[in-house]
């Protein structure tokens, strides 16, 4: 992997290690950590041919995305990567695919799977940046946008971005936690 992708998959990685649905993918946060960012860069090197990156000029933030409005080939050899990124934790994140796949709509859009700012640097309204940059190609291409808020905090902040509720939210087995589905229609300029 391009290692300037890399250092996005670990810097999400590490903002991603403390959220209710990693800590449910994994107990032990160093674990965690190794785990996530392993996922997270077959997800960032998927992005770049069948998506995007969206990053701030010093990496203090990234969004990552997947074009949904035609069919993209799976992630090569996703299984067996996934098995050698998560090791014993496979299972969990093989069930979190599975609930997010069960729920993800069928409908052409864009799929903002990552949003991540470094702690020091969240409030400074670099993921609202971000996302805008991402919005007006979409709003200009009449492309909608889907995404899993991962509480309802968050999922304020992206209904102040246009998107709305889509359907219930849904919880991960075992206690896990909830996700708020939530999809964008394009915006008028």
Same mark, same amino acid.
């Given at each position: 992997?391009?290692?300037?992708?890399?250092?996005?998959?670990?810097?999400?990685?590490?903002?991603?290690? $403390?959220?209710?649905?990693?800590? %449910?993918?994994? @107990?032990?946060? @160093?674990e965690r950590l190794e785990a996530v960012r392993g996922q997270?860069?077959?997800?960032?090197?998927?992005?770049?041919?069948?998506?995007?990156?969206?990053?701030?000029? $010093?990496?203090?933030?990234?969004?990552? %995305?997947?074009?949904?409005?035609?069919?993209?080939?799976?992630?090569?050899? !996703?299984?067996?990567?996934?098995?050698?990124?998560?090791? *014993?934790?496979? $299972? #969990?994140? #093989?069930?979190?695919?599975?609930?997010?796949? =069960?729920?993800? *709509? @069928?409908?052409?859009?864009?799929?903002?799977?990552?949003?991540?700012?470094r702690k020091e640097q969240r409030g400074n309204g670099i993921?609202?940046?971000?996302?805008?940059?991402?919005?007006?190609v979409l709003d200009r291409d009449g492309i909608p946008a889907?995404?899993?808020?991962?509480? *309802?905090?968050?999922?304020?902040? !992206?209904?102040?971005?246009? !998107?709305?509720?889509?359907?219930?939210? !849904?919880?991960?087995? $075992?206690?896990?936690?909830?996700?708020? *589905?939530? %999809?964008?229609?394009?915006?008028? =300029?």
């Amino acid at each position: 992997m391009n290692s300037a992708y890399g250092a996005v998959a670990a810097m999400l990685a590490r903002e991603f290690n $403390d959220l209710p649905t990693a800590r %449910w993918l994994v @107990d032990d946060p @160093d674990e965690r950590l190794e785990a996530v960012r392993g996922q997270f860069e077959l997800l960032v090197e998927h992005a770049l041919g069948h998506g995007g990156v969206v990053t701030s000029g $010093d990496l203090d933030g990234a969004v990552v %995305w997947f074009d949904h409005t035609a069919e993209a080939p799976p992630i090569p050899d !996703y299984d067996e990567r996934m098995l050698a990124a998560c090791g *014993p934790h496979i $299972d #969990r994140f #093989r069930r979190l695919d599975e609930v997010m796949e =069960a729920h993800h *709509p @069928d409908a052409p859009h864009h799929y903002i799977a990552l949003v991540g700012v470094r702690k020091e640097q969240r409030g400074n309204g670099i993921a609202t940046a971000m996302l805008q940059r991402h919005h007006r190609v979409l709003d200009r291409d009449g492309i909608p946008a889907y995404l899993e808020a991962v509480s *309802p905090e968050t999922a304020k902040l !992206y209904g102040k971005l246009g !998107y709305e509720p889509l359907g219930e939210r !849904y919880g991960l087995a $075992d206690g896990g936690p909830y996700l708020y *589905p939530m %999809w964008r229609e394009p915006q008028a =300029a």
